[in-house]
């Protein structure tokens, strides 16, 4: 059974910066591309960074790029998001996700096989 547990979320102050792990379990990790994605109060799961099997390649929504970083550490089943300069709308809970398919990149929560259970982040004004 696939699982992946995710940590690293908490409270913040704007400007700060955190650093999310998403541990996978279940499955040969190296051959998923991974993602972020994240939900905050009465609003749609929506993407955040992706990034690739075997190049790495990274892709990253628009709000955060510059700011987040994904990265994937395969000999740890592992995928990071390091979260800097936060602001308050970055606040939300925080799901990582995998998919197998070869389609680069994929944005949209429907085409992802896998999820964990979140980690919250909350980020203070």
């Known amino acids: 059974q696939v699982q992946h547990v995710e940590s690293g979320g908490g409270l913040v102050q704007a400007g700060g910066s955190l650093r999310l792990s998403c541990a996978a379990s279940g499955r040969t990790f190296s051959s998923y591309a991974m993602a972020w994605f994240r939900q905050a109060p009465g609003k749609e799961r929506e993407f955040v960074a992706t990034?690739?099997?075997?190049?790495?390649?990274?892709y990253y929504a628009d709000s955060v790029k510059g700011r987040f970083t994904i990265s994937r550490d395969d000999a740890k089943n592992t995928v990071y998001l390091q979260m800097n300069s936060l602001k308050p709308e970055d606040t939300a809970v925080y799901y990582c996700?995998?998919?197998?398919?070869?389609?680069?990149?994929?944005?949209?929560?429907?085409?992802?096989?896998?999820w964990g259970q979140g980690t919250q982040v909350t980020v203070s004004s």
């Open positions: 990034i690739a099997r075997s190049t790495s390649r990274t």
């Open positions: 996700a995998a998919h197998v398919s070869r389609v680069w990149p994929v944005t949209a929560t429907n085409d992802y096989d896998y």
